[in-house]
């Protein structure tokens, strides 16, 4: 079983930085990849980035590359979301998630998930 916790949510202004982490507990957290899902009021939720267990492979939506950079610490057992450029599209809530295996983008495939975390961006 993994326990995954998020942190480092807030309220930023257009353009501003900031960065997500995810802390898990248990076992073999490098088996593990590891992804950043988000969810605005009414609308789904959406696959933001994802990292292979190694750290080797990522994978982003079309609407984050270049401004989102997904990394892992697999010591910590910790994953960050750096975001940067923000945009007051991105307000959402952020949740990360953990599957044992390969990267992939549906979250349906994701088997264990945060509480989430608070990211509002003003224009």
């Known amino acids: 079983q993994v326990q995954v916790v998020e942190s480092g949510g807030g309220l930023v202004q257009a353009g501003a930085s900031l960065k997500l982490s995810c802390a898990a507990s248990?076992?073999?957290?490098?088996?593990?990849?590891m992804a950043w899902f988000r969810q605005a009021p009414g609308k789904e939720r959406q696959f933001v980035a994802a990292?292979?267990?190694?750290?080797?492979?990522?994978s982003y939506v079309d609407s984050v590359v270049g401004r989102f950079t997904i990394s892992r610490d697999n010591a910590k057992k910790t994953v960050d979301l750096q975001m940067s450029s923000l945009k007051p599209e991105d307000t959402a809530i952020y949740y990360c998630?953990?599957?044992?295996?390969?990267?992939?983008?549906?979250?349906?495939?994701?088997?264990?998930w945060g509480q989430g975390t608070q990211v509002t961006v003003s224009s």
């Open positions: 248990g076992r073999t957290f490098s088996a593990y990849a």
């Open positions: 990292l292979s267990g190694s750290g080797g492979s990522t």
């Open positions: 998630a953990a599957r044992y295996g390969d990267v992939r983008a549906s979250e349906t495939l994701y088997d264990y």
